[in-house]
């Protein structure tokens, strides 16, 4: 069963920048898309980003194209998630996420971390 563990959450300004991290314990994450989710408080959770690992095909909400930038790191089965000119509608718990390629589901979920802005 893989994990997905998050870190680089935070409190920030607006205006500001984070860099989170998803670490996978698996061997390979090539039959696997990854995506980060997020949760405001009463809000649902929303798809922020996703990236085909196998080709590198990437998805971003329209609430952050310009402004968030996914990466990775192949050797380490890390993904990364770096978030510049954060406002405050940005607050929430950032989770990653995991699904089979081609599939519909997300099925493995990380612990979250929590991302603040404040104004």
């Known amino acids: 069963q893989v994990q997905l563990v998050e870190s680089g959450g935070g409190l920030v300004q607006a205006g500001g920048s984070l860099r989170l991290s998803c670490a996978a314990s698996?061997?390979?994450?090539?039959?696997?898309?990854l995506a980060w989710f997020r949760q405001a408080p009463g809000q649902e959770r929303d798809l922020v980003a996703a990236?085909?690992?196998?080709?590198?095909?990437?998805y971003y909400a329209d609430s952050v194209k310009g402004r968030f930038t996914m990466s990775r790191d192949n050797a380490k089965n890390t993904l990364f998630l770096q978030m510049n000119t954060l406002i405050p509608s940005d607050t929430a718990v950032y989770y990653c996420?995991?699904?089979?390629?081609?599939?519909?589901?997300?099925?493995?979920w990380g612990q979250g971390t929590q991302v603040t802005v404040s104004s």
């Open positions: 996420a995991l699904k089979r390629r081609g599939g519909t589901t997300y099925e493995v």
């Open positions: 698996t061997r390979t994450l090539s039959y696997y898309t």
């Open positions: 990236i085909s690992w196998s080709d590198g095909s990437t």
